[in-house]
């Protein structure tokens, strides 16, 4: 698959040590990434896309244990309103399709939130550009290889 290939060779050239790893069941939602990797569904990256009023993809980078607060991430984006991107928007931004969309290897560089949640996970799961690819990172990782604003996006 190109986007994993994509994604692959940016995680390398950032210095990452995490590998690729091709699960036999999808991991298009966060239950089914931590069933099939057997570990806590908080541990699962999962990456959100929003479209902003300027048209500019937002990506926020959430804990799979619980669902982004959009009127808190607004406020904190200086936005009235979250508008959640539909498909073709993703793949046309991301360059990868919904269900494996990753923190990296975006045709086009979205403005990145990530959830402080993953911070309490010393290994954190995220798509690698399929919905059968993953890979682990930390939080630190996270954050300084994607450039993300680390915040609450969560109520719970």
């Known amino acids: 698959n190109s986007s994993v290939k994509r994604i692959g060779a940016e995680m390398k050239a950032l210095g990452m040590k995490g590998e690729i790893r091709t699960l036999s069941d999808s991991a298009r939602t966060a239950a089914e990434a931590a069933s099939a990797l057997g570990v806590e569904q908080g541990q699962i990256a999962s990456s959100i896309v929003f479209?902003?009023?300027d048209g500019s993809p937002l990506l926020v980078v959430t804990s799979g244990a619980h669902r982004?607060?959009?009127?808190?991430?607004?406020?904190?984006?200086?936005?009235?309103k979250l508008h959640r991107a539909d498909a073709d928007y993703i793949k046309e931004v991301s360059g990868i399709s919904i269900g494996g969309v990753s923190p990296f290897g975006w045709l086009t560089k979205p403005t990145i939130l990530i959830d402080d949640a993953l911070a309490q996970y010393e290994i954190v799961w995220?798509?690698?550009?399929?919905?059968?690819?993953v890979f682990p990172t930390n939080f630190e990782e996270l954050v300084s290889k994607t450039g993300g604003q680390v915040m609450k996006v969560a109520n719970d």
């Open 51 to 53: 479209k902003l009023p």
């Open 126 to 133: 995220a798509a690698a550009g399929h919905a059968h690819a």
């Open 68 to 80: 982004v607060d959009t009127n808190l991430v607004a406020e904190k984006v200086s936005v009235t």
